[in-house]
């Protein structure tokens, strides 16, 4: 009985033929290609793609500043909506998880240009205002700003944070809330010494599905941002597709790889944020 | 208290449905404006009936969406099966590589995969990108997808079951597609229609990687909107809204009567 007990028809090797083939040649291929041009240039290897990472060095500041606040706001709004999902009746928790859900079913180009008819000029809100405040009323200026850029960031991904704080929640053994009240805790104290910190998890993972995309979107900036603040996302689409005049793989291909090694950055810092939580007993706060 | 998380999750609420009532209210509008409403009207379901492009790009959608998920689903199973029945090191590393796709941002994985279409397809003269690169592409976002909802259910899964068909005389293949199969199915099954969903609603990957000719619905979508916006285009989304909002209440029923009908069977 020391033999592997594991399922297998024909041989795990056979199994595994497809999918390692598919994934080097589809996936890490790619990538190496991605790095392999972030270095080269007309003349063979060089570092001058690099120096466009400091040309660009706003841009890309700025995409991880909106994006770092409309993560924060996700997290904000998203955590009371959750924790009160999870202490709902079953059902109402299975129909408010859907409602979360559903948005999505929607294309999200569509839904991010209603926001812009909600906001714009001569849109739904202003229009109301002026039928408040009559004709000669202005308009507030909601759109193609830093605030519009993180609105649509915010509405395309919060649910990507409600979700997985969801799950967590609701995996928190109930008897270990009962042990802490009769145990005399107050209702604060059992939130921040067992709710959240077993609920930090969830919060880690909500944190990495809005940021990657929020740190990466060209689109958003684009309906929303009235394209003159552009994302380090917007400058890769146009370096590949040339939407500006100009088609440069390796400059792309370096702004790329700054992206990966930021997300590669955050993600060590997340696990080891987690590591520390878990193996401190929680004591976050 | 009680109120205030009330009135909050009512307000999250209008957010998330805010732009869509108003997605919804102007595809009836009677005028050709985003957002001053003339009056009621179907005119725009008409304009997106009659518009080929819309409707090629959304037999396109279905088909890379069918096929991707599919194959993806094959794939991805098989891998799983794979993958489980490995240790140490190696199952780490393959699991590293299917978390690739995953972690990184759309964007990176659109690039990637189009520097090597560009290149491979440089050396064949006349060849384009279009359904075989989109096809490809979507493959292999969702192959990681299919691993992961599949690995969980072959890891809970007792495979003493499987040993005792054998032992019992049935052979390999016939235990594990009696055995097996039936057990992990809830996981292909989710796997594949997430596949499905992530290929039918994918824009960025296939913006990079479809080429000219080949357009998917999300594609014509974006090109639809560079131009004057056309409320074709919310007709088209409150019509594909409704179908899925239909789905769903369908299969959210449908555990409802399954319990129904169990206690109708306890009572007896």
């Known amino acids: 009985m020391t033999k592997s007990r594991s399922v297998e028809v024909g041989s795990k090797k056979v199994n595994l033929i497809p999918f390692s083939g598919w994934m080097v040649v589809f996936v890490l291929i790619p990538i190496a290609l991605v790095v392999y041009y972030a270095f080269t240039g007309v003349d063979g290897f060089t570092l001058t793609n690099l120096k466009w990472i400091w040309v660009y060095r706003d841009t890309l500041w700025l995409s991880v500043w909106l994006s770092v606040i409309a993560t924060v706001i996700c997290l904000l709004l998203a955590y009371p909506v959750a924790y009160m999902i999870s202490r709902a009746g079953e059902k109402m928790q299975r129909n408010a998880t859907l409602f979360i859900m559903l948005p999505m079913w929607m294309n999200f180009l569509v839904r991010t240009y209603a926001w812009m008819t909600i906001l714009e000029n001569n849109g739904l809100v202003n229009n109301a205002l002026r039928g408040i405040f009559g004709e000669d009323f202005a308009g507030l200026n909601m759109i193609n700003n830093h605030g519009a850029i993180v609105l649509g960031m915010v509405y395309n991904y919060l649910p990507y944070m409600i979700l997985p704080i969801y799950t ?13 009240r009769d145990l005399g805790s107050g209702a604060v104290q059992v939130f921040r010494r067992i709710v959240l910190p077993l609920s930090v998890p969830g919060i880690i993972s909500g944190i990495t599905m809005v940021f990657i995309p929020s740190i990466s979107t060209f689109i958003i900036s684009k309906i929303l941002g009235g394209g003159k603040d552009f994302l380090i996302g917007d400058l890769i689409e146009d370096y590949f597709l040339g939407n500006s005049g100009v088609v440069n793989y390796n400059i792309g291909a370096a702004l790329s790889l700054v992206i990966m090694v930021m997300i590669l950055l955050a993600t060590y810092l997340m696990n080891r944020f987690d590591k520390d939580a878990k193996t401190s007993g929680g004591g976050i706060l | 208290m009680k109120t205030a998380g009330k009135i909050f999750n009512a307000l999250i609420f209008i957010f998330l449905y805010a732009p869509i009532f108003v997605v919804v209210f102007f595809s009836f509008n009677s005028g050709a404006s985003r957002a001053v409403f003339d009056g009621f009207s179907l005119v725009h379901y008409q304009e997106m009936f009659e518009d080929e492009l819309i409707l090629s790009s959304l ?64 050396k064949f003269h006349g060849m384009e990108m279009g359904f075989g690169t989109l096809l490809i592409a979507h493959i292999t976002f969702n192959i990681p997808y299919v691993v992961l909802s599949v690995l969980p259910k072959l890891r809970g899964m007792d495979q003493n079951i499987y040993y005792a068909a054998l032992d019992l ?90 319990k129904k009908a169990k206690r109708k069977g306890a009572a007896k």
């Open chain 1, 168 to 180: 967590a929640l609701t995996k928190i053994d109930n008897s270990l809330i009962e042990a802490a």
């Open chain 2, 59 to 122: 037999y396109y959608s279905l088909i890379i969406a069918v096929l991707s998920a599919v194959i993806s689903t094959v794939i991805g199973t098989m891998a799983a099966m794979g993958i489980n029945a490995l240790k140490g090191w190696k199952k780490s590393v393959l699991l590293s590589v299917n978390n690739i796709p995953v972690v990184n941002p759309d964007i990176v994985t659109a690039i990637s995969m189009m520097i090597l279409f560009v290149f491979v397809l440089s």
């Open chain 2, 169 to 258: 005389g049935c052979p390999p293949l016939r235990s594990f597609i009696k055995v097996v199969i039936p057990q992990i199915m809830p996981g292909i099954v989710s796997g594949l229609i997430m596949a499905f969903t992530l290929s039918l609603d994918d824009f960025v990957i296939s913006y990079f990687n479809s080429g000219a000719t080949f357009q998917t619905l999300p594609i014509t979508i974006y090109s639809m909107t560079k131009k004057p916006y056309d409320l074709k285009l919310n007709a088209l989304s409150t019509l594909l809204f409704a179908v899925v909002l239909a789905l769903m209440l369908i299969v959210n029923l449908r555990p409802d009567a399954d």
